[in-house]
Protein backbone atom coordinates (compact mmCIF):
# COMPACT_ATOMS: atom_id res chain seq x y z
CA UNK A 1 0.00 0.00 0.00
CA UNK A 2 0.96 3.47 -0.39
CA UNK A 3 1.96 5.26 2.89
CA UNK A 4 0.01 8.37 4.17
CA UNK A 5 3.50 10.45 3.75
CA UNK A 6 3.26 9.56 0.04
CA UNK A 7 -0.19 10.31 -0.36
CA UNK A 8 0.04 13.34 1.06
CA UNK A 9 2.82 13.98 -1.54
CA UNK A 10 0.63 13.62 -4.42
CA UNK A 11 -2.53 15.29 -3.22
CA UNK A 12 0.07 18.18 -3.25
CA UNK A 13 1.40 17.75 -6.18
CA UNK A 14 -1.81 17.83 -7.89
CA UNK A 15 -3.17 21.25 -6.67
CA UNK A 16 -4.20 23.07 -9.45
CA UNK A 17 -3.84 27.12 -8.78
CA UNK A 18 -5.05 28.04 -12.02
CA UNK A 19 -9.00 29.72 -11.76
CA UNK A 20 -11.65 27.72 -14.04
CA UNK A 21 -11.99 31.07 -16.05
CA UNK A 22 -10.62 34.15 -17.34
CA UNK A 23 -11.78 37.61 -17.97
CA UNK A 24 -11.22 41.15 -18.62
CA UNK A 25 -11.91 43.89 -20.65
CA UNK A 26 -11.62 44.91 -24.67
CA UNK A 27 -11.59 48.31 -26.75
CA UNK A 28 -13.06 46.99 -29.81
CA UNK A 29 -13.53 49.14 -33.27
CA UNK A 30 -16.91 51.23 -33.58
CA UNK A 31 -18.65 48.18 -34.42
CA UNK A 32 -17.98 46.09 -31.86
CA UNK A 33 -20.32 48.03 -29.92
CA UNK A 34 -23.15 48.26 -31.99
CA UNK A 35 -26.29 45.84 -31.64
CA UNK A 36 -29.46 45.05 -34.01
CA UNK A 37 -32.46 43.47 -33.08
CA UNK A 38 -36.33 43.78 -33.69
CA UNK A 39 -37.54 41.30 -36.69
CA UNK A 40 -40.61 43.47 -37.53
CA UNK A 41 -39.38 46.54 -36.52
CA UNK A 42 -35.74 46.05 -36.75
CA UNK A 43 -33.84 48.87 -34.40
CA UNK A 44 -29.91 49.59 -33.74
CA UNK A 45 -28.54 50.59 -30.39
CA UNK A 46 -24.57 51.89 -30.21
CA UNK A 47 -23.16 50.82 -26.66
CA UNK A 48 -20.76 53.60 -26.58
CA UNK A 49 -23.31 56.35 -26.19
CA UNK A 50 -26.47 54.41 -25.32
CA UNK A 51 -29.00 56.99 -23.78
CA UNK A 52 -32.14 55.32 -21.09
CA UNK A 53 -34.38 55.73 -23.76
CA UNK A 54 -32.42 52.75 -25.87
CA UNK A 55 -32.25 50.40 -23.07
CA UNK A 56 -35.82 50.89 -22.71
CA UNK A 57 -36.89 50.02 -26.63
CA UNK A 58 -34.00 46.86 -25.85
CA UNK A 59 -35.82 45.74 -22.66
CA UNK A 60 -39.76 45.81 -24.12
CA UNK A 61 -38.46 44.14 -27.00
CA UNK A 62 -37.32 41.32 -24.82
CA UNK A 63 -39.27 38.52 -23.07
CA UNK A 64 -39.04 36.87 -19.92
CA UNK A 65 -36.18 35.28 -19.03
CA UNK A 66 -36.77 31.51 -17.47
CA UNK A 67 -34.80 29.00 -16.35
CA UNK A 68 -34.65 24.97 -16.49
CA UNK A 69 -36.21 22.93 -13.16
CA UNK A 70 -37.00 19.42 -12.86
CA UNK A 71 -38.44 18.69 -16.80
CA UNK A 72 -39.83 22.01 -17.47
CA UNK A 73 -38.95 25.83 -18.41
CA UNK A 74 -40.08 27.54 -15.39
CA UNK A 75 -40.46 31.47 -15.25
CA UNK A 76 -40.10 32.20 -11.70
CA UNK A 77 -39.05 35.65 -10.31
CA UNK A 78 -38.20 34.64 -6.89
CA UNK A 79 -35.29 32.17 -8.58
CA UNK A 80 -34.57 34.79 -11.56
CA UNK A 81 -35.60 38.08 -12.63
CA UNK A 82 -34.58 39.02 -16.26
CA UNK A 83 -35.29 39.87 -19.55
CA UNK A 84 -34.20 37.74 -22.72
CA UNK A 85 -33.42 37.93 -26.30
CA UNK A 86 -32.97 34.81 -28.44
CA UNK A 87 -30.06 35.09 -30.63
CA UNK A 88 -32.38 34.73 -33.84
CA UNK A 89 -33.90 37.86 -33.04
CA UNK A 90 -30.30 40.29 -32.54
CA UNK A 91 -27.30 40.70 -34.56
CA UNK A 92 -23.93 42.14 -33.46
CA UNK A 93 -20.57 42.83 -35.01
CA UNK A 94 -17.88 41.35 -33.25
CA UNK A 95 -15.12 39.58 -34.33
CA UNK A 96 -13.96 37.57 -31.29
CA UNK A 97 -10.87 35.67 -33.57
CA UNK A 98 -9.70 38.75 -34.63
CA UNK A 99 -9.97 40.93 -31.07
CA UNK A 100 -7.52 37.95 -29.91
CA UNK A 101 -10.76 37.21 -27.52
CA UNK A 102 -10.99 33.35 -28.66
CA UNK A 103 -7.17 32.83 -28.37
CA UNK A 104 -6.97 34.25 -25.11
CA UNK A 105 -9.73 32.07 -23.82
CA UNK A 106 -7.62 28.79 -25.05
CA UNK A 107 -4.95 30.09 -23.70
CA UNK A 108 -6.64 29.99 -20.07
CA UNK A 109 -9.07 26.61 -20.59
CA UNK A 110 -7.37 24.71 -22.48
CA UNK A 111 -5.33 21.95 -20.40
CA UNK A 112 -4.02 18.06 -21.04
CA UNK A 113 -5.48 16.84 -24.78
CA UNK A 114 -7.63 19.64 -24.98
CA UNK A 115 -4.35 21.96 -25.87
CA UNK A 116 -4.49 20.74 -29.25
CA UNK A 117 -8.40 21.41 -29.95
CA UNK A 118 -9.71 24.96 -30.53
CA UNK A 119 -12.60 26.67 -29.46
CA UNK A 120 -15.71 27.86 -31.78
CA UNK A 121 -18.29 30.56 -29.83
CA UNK A 122 -21.79 30.25 -30.56
CA UNK A 123 -24.22 33.41 -30.32
CA UNK A 124 -26.87 32.09 -27.51
CA UNK A 125 -28.62 34.75 -26.22
CA UNK A 126 -28.88 38.64 -25.04
CA UNK A 127 -29.80 39.28 -21.41
CA UNK A 128 -30.90 42.54 -19.82
CA UNK A 129 -31.02 42.54 -16.01
CA UNK A 130 -32.97 45.98 -14.82
CA UNK A 131 -33.29 47.19 -11.23
CA UNK A 132 -33.83 44.94 -8.79
CA UNK A 133 -33.12 41.73 -11.18
CA UNK A 134 -30.90 38.84 -10.26
CA UNK A 135 -30.23 34.82 -10.70
CA UNK A 136 -29.64 32.77 -8.51
CA UNK A 137 -27.03 29.83 -8.39
CA UNK A 138 -27.05 27.70 -11.05
CA UNK A 139 -24.48 25.79 -13.68
CA UNK A 140 -25.16 26.17 -17.31
CA UNK A 141 -27.25 23.64 -19.32
CA UNK A 142 -25.00 20.96 -21.49
CA UNK A 143 -25.86 21.68 -24.88
CA UNK A 144 -23.63 19.00 -26.56
CA UNK A 145 -20.78 16.50 -25.15
CA UNK A 146 -17.94 18.92 -27.01
CA UNK A 147 -19.68 21.79 -24.99
CA UNK A 148 -16.67 23.19 -22.37
CA UNK A 149 -17.88 26.52 -20.90
CA UNK A 150 -19.77 29.97 -21.69
CA UNK A 151 -18.19 33.22 -22.67
CA UNK A 152 -20.77 36.22 -21.21
CA UNK A 153 -19.83 39.65 -22.33
CA UNK A 154 -20.95 42.98 -20.43
CA UNK A 155 -21.74 45.79 -22.15
CA UNK A 156 -20.91 49.12 -20.59
CA UNK A 157 -24.02 50.43 -19.42
CA UNK A 158 -24.36 52.64 -16.70
CA UNK A 159 -25.32 50.42 -13.76
CA UNK A 160 -24.89 49.60 -9.99
CA UNK A 161 -24.62 45.60 -8.57
CA UNK A 162 -24.78 43.14 -11.21
CA UNK A 163 -21.78 41.46 -10.04
CA UNK A 164 -21.18 37.89 -11.54
CA UNK A 165 -20.38 35.31 -8.67
CA UNK A 166 -18.44 32.12 -9.52
CA UNK A 167 -18.04 29.26 -7.46
CA UNK A 168 -15.90 26.11 -7.85
CA UNK A 169 -15.13 23.33 -4.56
CA UNK A 170 -14.28 25.69 -2.24
CA UNK A 171 -13.43 28.83 -3.82
CA UNK A 172 -15.55 31.87 -5.15
CA UNK A 173 -14.30 34.35 -7.43
CA UNK A 174 -16.36 37.80 -7.65
CA UNK A 175 -16.49 39.65 -11.38
CA UNK A 176 -17.58 43.50 -11.03
CA UNK A 177 -17.36 44.18 -15.41
CA UNK A 178 -18.47 47.37 -14.47
CA UNK A 179 -15.02 48.72 -12.51
CA UNK A 180 -13.22 46.95 -16.03
CA UNK A 181 -14.67 49.04 -17.77
CA UNK A 182 -15.34 52.51 -15.83
CA UNK A 183 -11.87 53.69 -16.24
CA UNK A 184 -10.92 52.37 -19.89
CA UNK A 185 -9.61 55.35 -22.40
CA UNK A 186 -11.94 54.60 -25.07
CA UNK A 187 -15.48 52.62 -24.84
CA UNK A 188 -15.14 49.13 -23.54
CA UNK A 189 -16.37 45.53 -22.70
CA UNK A 190 -15.79 43.42 -20.09
CA UNK A 191 -15.64 39.52 -20.50
CA UNK A 192 -15.65 36.61 -18.63
CA UNK A 193 -15.22 33.06 -19.63
CA UNK A 194 -15.63 29.76 -17.76
CA UNK A 195 -16.36 26.32 -17.76
CA UNK A 196 -20.18 25.25 -17.74
CA UNK A 197 -19.96 23.31 -14.75
CA UNK A 198 -19.08 26.17 -12.25
CA UNK A 199 -21.82 27.28 -10.47
CA UNK A 200 -22.70 31.00 -10.91
CA UNK A 201 -25.21 33.61 -9.76
CA UNK A 202 -25.81 37.40 -11.15
CA UNK A 203 -26.11 39.41 -7.47
CA UNK A 204 -28.80 41.92 -7.56
CA UNK A 205 -28.97 45.21 -9.66
CA UNK A 206 -29.66 48.01 -7.42
CA UNK A 207 -29.53 50.52 -10.49
CA UNK A 208 -29.71 51.28 -14.32
CA UNK A 209 -29.07 48.28 -16.50
CA UNK A 210 -27.18 45.56 -17.08
CA UNK A 211 -26.71 44.10 -20.67
CA UNK A 212 -25.16 41.25 -21.97
CA UNK A 213 -24.68 38.78 -24.51
CA UNK A 214 -23.51 35.53 -23.84
CA UNK A 215 -21.89 32.86 -26.14
CA UNK A 216 -21.76 28.51 -25.95
CA UNK A 217 -18.17 27.30 -26.44
CA UNK A 218 -17.47 24.64 -28.13
CA UNK A 219 -14.63 22.57 -28.60
CA UNK A 220 -13.42 21.70 -31.89
CA UNK A 221 -10.97 19.48 -34.20
CA UNK A 222 -7.48 22.03 -34.92
CA UNK A 223 -8.28 20.91 -38.75
CA UNK A 224 -11.49 23.30 -38.72
CA UNK A 225 -9.64 26.29 -38.04
CA UNK A 226 -5.85 25.50 -39.87
CA UNK A 227 -3.13 27.77 -39.28
CA UNK A 228 -3.75 28.67 -35.29
CA UNK A 229 -1.02 27.56 -33.53
CA UNK A 230 -0.94 24.32 -30.93
CA UNK A 231 -0.85 25.79 -27.73
CA UNK A 232 1.40 24.33 -25.16
CA UNK A 233 0.90 23.03 -21.68
CA UNK A 234 2.00 24.34 -18.56
CA UNK A 235 5.05 22.43 -17.77
CA UNK A 236 5.17 23.43 -14.30
CA UNK A 237 2.24 22.19 -13.14
CA UNK A 238 2.62 18.99 -15.35
CA UNK A 239 6.31 18.36 -13.50
CA UNK A 240 5.25 18.52 -10.58
CA UNK A 241 3.10 15.56 -10.63
CA UNK A 242 4.89 13.70 -12.85
CA UNK A 243 7.98 13.98 -10.88
CA UNK A 244 6.33 13.42 -7.59
CA UNK A 245 4.69 9.80 -8.92
CA UNK A 246 8.13 9.22 -11.07
CA UNK A 247 10.03 9.13 -7.84
CA UNK A 248 7.96 7.25 -6.26
CA UNK A 249 7.59 4.80 -9.30
CA UNK A 250 11.70 4.20 -8.60
CA UNK A 251 10.75 3.77 -4.70
CA UNK A 252 10.46 -0.49 -3.96
CA UNK A 253 8.46 1.12 -1.07
CA UNK A 254 5.56 2.47 -3.21
CA UNK A 255 2.88 -0.17 -3.99
CA UNK A 256 5.39 -3.19 -3.91
CA UNK A 257 3.20 -5.28 -4.52
CA UNK A 258 1.68 -3.28 -7.10
CA UNK A 259 -2.45 -1.64 -6.95
CA UNK A 260 -4.68 0.72 -8.42
CA UNK A 261 -4.35 4.70 -7.99
CA UNK A 262 -7.61 6.64 -8.41
CA UNK A 263 -8.37 10.42 -8.80
CA UNK A 264 -11.64 12.01 -7.93
CA UNK A 265 -12.50 14.41 -10.85
CA UNK A 266 -12.69 18.18 -9.40
CA UNK A 267 -15.35 19.03 -12.55
CA UNK A 268 -18.54 18.12 -14.65
CA UNK A 269 -18.47 16.41 -17.75
CA UNK A 270 -21.98 17.21 -20.08
CA UNK A 271 -22.50 13.34 -21.76
CA UNK A 272 -25.83 11.27 -22.92
CA UNK A 273 -26.68 7.56 -21.77
CA UNK A 274 -24.50 6.93 -25.15
CA UNK A 275 -21.44 8.67 -24.67
CA UNK A 276 -18.33 6.80 -24.51
CA UNK A 277 -15.82 7.55 -21.78
CA UNK A 278 -13.08 7.46 -23.56
CA UNK A 279 -14.36 10.32 -25.36
CA UNK A 280 -14.73 13.00 -22.23
CA UNK A 281 -10.68 12.11 -21.79
CA UNK A 282 -10.04 14.45 -24.81
CA UNK A 283 -12.04 17.45 -23.25
CA UNK A 284 -11.14 17.14 -19.55
CA UNK A 285 -10.43 20.41 -17.27
CA UNK A 286 -8.29 22.14 -15.05
CA UNK A 287 -6.57 19.43 -12.68
CA UNK A 288 -8.51 16.78 -14.57
CA UNK A 289 -6.39 17.74 -17.30
CA UNK A 290 -3.11 17.91 -15.61
CA UNK A 291 -3.60 14.65 -14.05
CA UNK A 292 -4.73 12.86 -16.43
CA UNK A 293 -1.23 14.08 -18.81
CA UNK A 294 0.73 13.77 -16.13
CA UNK A 295 0.54 9.98 -15.55
CA UNK A 296 0.19 9.91 -19.54
CA UNK A 297 3.99 11.20 -19.94
CA UNK A 298 4.78 8.73 -17.28
CA UNK A 299 3.72 5.59 -19.72
CA UNK A 300 1.07 4.81 -17.32
CA UNK A 301 -2.14 4.06 -18.37
CA UNK A 302 -5.09 6.34 -17.43
CA UNK A 303 -8.48 5.16 -17.30
CA UNK A 304 -11.92 7.03 -16.89
CA UNK A 305 -14.18 5.13 -15.36
CA UNK A 306 -17.56 5.72 -13.58
CA UNK A 307 -18.77 4.54 -9.74
CA UNK A 308 -21.63 3.63 -9.34
CA UNK A 309 -22.84 3.52 -5.25
CA UNK A 310 -23.91 0.09 -4.18
CA UNK A 311 -26.71 -0.27 -2.15
CA UNK A 312 -25.99 -4.27 -1.42
CA UNK A 313 -23.54 -3.79 0.82
CA UNK A 314 -24.00 -2.27 4.26
CA UNK A 315 -22.09 0.82 3.87
CA UNK A 316 -23.01 1.59 0.45
CA UNK A 317 -21.48 4.97 0.91
CA UNK A 318 -17.75 3.04 1.30
CA UNK A 319 -18.51 0.69 -1.85
CA UNK A 320 -19.17 0.82 -5.06
CA UNK A 321 -19.86 -0.87 -8.91
CA UNK A 322 -16.96 -0.03 -11.29
CA UNK A 323 -17.89 0.32 -14.95
CA UNK A 324 -16.11 1.44 -18.37
CA UNK A 325 -19.12 2.67 -19.19
CA UNK A 326 -22.48 4.99 -18.72
CA UNK A 327 -25.41 3.44 -17.84
CA UNK A 328 -28.49 5.05 -17.08
CA UNK A 329 -31.12 2.56 -16.70
CA UNK A 330 -29.73 -0.95 -17.32
CA UNK A 331 -32.40 -4.19 -17.65
CA UNK A 332 -32.69 -6.41 -15.21
CA UNK A 333 -35.60 -8.62 -14.04
CA UNK A 334 -36.68 -6.86 -10.61
CA UNK A 335 -37.54 -10.31 -8.81
CA UNK A 336 -34.16 -11.96 -9.99
CA UNK A 337 -32.20 -9.38 -9.68
CA UNK A 338 -31.18 -5.69 -8.61
CA UNK A 339 -29.77 -3.04 -9.69
CA UNK A 340 -26.17 -3.40 -8.82
CA UNK A 341 -26.69 -7.22 -9.86
CA UNK A 342 -27.42 -5.32 -13.33
CA UNK A 343 -24.12 -3.59 -13.18
CA UNK A 344 -21.90 -6.57 -12.01
CA UNK A 345 -23.56 -9.69 -13.63
CA UNK A 346 -24.57 -8.92 -16.65
CA UNK A 347 -22.33 -5.43 -17.44
CA UNK A 348 -18.94 -6.91 -15.80
CA UNK A 349 -18.87 -4.11 -13.26
CA UNK A 350 -16.14 -4.48 -10.94
CA UNK A 351 -16.76 -4.26 -7.00
CA UNK A 352 -14.39 -1.21 -5.24
CA UNK A 353 -14.04 0.24 -2.44
CA UNK A 354 -15.19 4.43 -2.61
CA UNK A 355 -13.23 5.73 0.46
CA UNK A 356 -9.88 5.26 1.70
CA UNK A 357 -9.15 2.43 3.76
CA UNK A 358 -12.47 0.57 3.22
CA UNK A 359 -11.24 -3.27 2.58
CA UNK A 360 -12.89 -4.71 -0.37
CA UNK A 361 -13.30 -8.05 1.44
CA UNK A 362 -16.32 -6.50 2.88
CA UNK A 363 -18.20 -5.84 0.12
CA UNK A 364 -21.61 -7.64 -0.41
CA UNK A 365 -19.96 -9.31 -3.64
CA UNK A 366 -16.66 -9.99 -2.90
CA UNK A 367 -17.78 -11.66 1.07
CA UNK A 368 -21.29 -12.85 -0.21
CA UNK A 369 -21.27 -13.48 -3.72
CA UNK A 370 -17.76 -14.35 -4.74
CA UNK A 371 -17.04 -11.84 -6.78
CA UNK A 372 -13.38 -10.26 -7.50
CA UNK A 373 -13.22 -6.84 -6.39
CA UNK A 374 -10.13 -4.21 -6.93
CA UNK A 375 -9.40 -1.74 -3.82
CA UNK A 376 -8.21 1.40 -5.42
CA UNK A 377 -5.87 3.59 -3.13
CA UNK A 378 -7.75 7.24 -3.18
CA UNK A 379 -5.21 10.26 -4.02
CA UNK A 380 -8.10 12.54 -4.41
CA UNK A 381 -11.14 11.63 -2.52
CA UNK A 382 -14.20 10.59 -4.62
CA UNK A 383 -16.21 13.12 -4.99
CA UNK A 384 -19.80 12.58 -3.79
CA UNK A 385 -21.44 13.71 -7.72
CA UNK A 386 -18.81 11.09 -8.89
CA UNK A 387 -21.80 9.88 -10.74
CA UNK A 388 -24.52 9.94 -13.65
CA UNK A 389 -26.75 12.93 -12.86
CA UNK A 390 -30.58 12.65 -13.39
CA UNK A 391 -31.20 13.14 -17.04
CA UNK A 392 -33.15 16.33 -16.12
CA UNK A 393 -31.66 19.65 -15.17
CA UNK A 394 -32.58 20.50 -11.34
CA UNK A 395 -31.21 24.75 -12.14
CA UNK A 396 -30.07 25.30 -14.99
CA UNK A 397 -29.99 28.73 -17.42
CA UNK A 398 -32.46 26.27 -19.53
CA UNK A 399 -34.28 23.05 -19.31
CA UNK A 400 -32.51 20.23 -21.84
CA UNK A 401 -33.59 16.05 -21.50
CA UNK A 402 -31.04 15.00 -23.97
CA UNK A 403 -27.52 15.78 -22.34
CA UNK A 404 -26.55 15.74 -17.93
CA UNK A 405 -23.71 16.16 -16.51
CA UNK A 406 -21.08 13.54 -14.88
CA UNK A 407 -18.69 13.31 -13.05
CA UNK A 408 -15.73 10.47 -13.62
CA UNK A 409 -12.79 9.41 -12.39
CA UNK A 410 -9.72 8.57 -13.44
CA UNK A 411 -7.76 5.53 -12.24
CA UNK A 412 -4.14 4.12 -12.79
CA UNK A 413 -3.09 0.43 -12.26
CA UNK A 414 0.29 0.52 -11.24
CA UNK A 415 2.79 -2.15 -11.85
CA UNK A 416 5.12 -4.93 -9.14
CA UNK A 417 7.78 -2.60 -8.17
CA UNK A 418 9.80 -5.36 -9.19
CA UNK A 419 7.95 -4.79 -13.04
CA UNK A 420 8.86 -0.98 -13.10
CA UNK A 421 12.42 -0.93 -12.90
Known amino acids: MATPTQLKSLRKAITFDRPPLCSGAISPPAEGLYLYYGKKNARFIDFSSATPKDLDLLTAACEPATFGRGTEDVYDESYRRAVKMDASSFSVQLDLASLGLIQTIEDQLLQGETEN ?57 KFDARSLTAFQLSPSFAYIAFYSDIEHEVLKVTSGRRVTITYNLYLVNPTSKPGTSVIAPDPNSISNLQNTLQG ?86 YEESSYEGALVEAMGGVPVNRVEGAAIENSYWVAERGIRGEFITWVSRLNERNKLEDFQTTYGNEYETRYTYCRPCIIVRIPAAIDRV
Not at 145 to 172: A, C, F
Request: hydrophobic fraction near 30%.
Open 117 to 173: MRIKAELYKLNVYGKDSFFKAHKDTPRGTDMLGSLVIIYPTPHEGGELVLRHKDREW
Open 248 to 333: FLKSPEFLPSGGTLGFGLTHLYPVTSETKLKETASRLKGEDAHVYQACQQLRLQPLLRMIYEDHQSMRSKEYGIMLDRIVKNPDYD
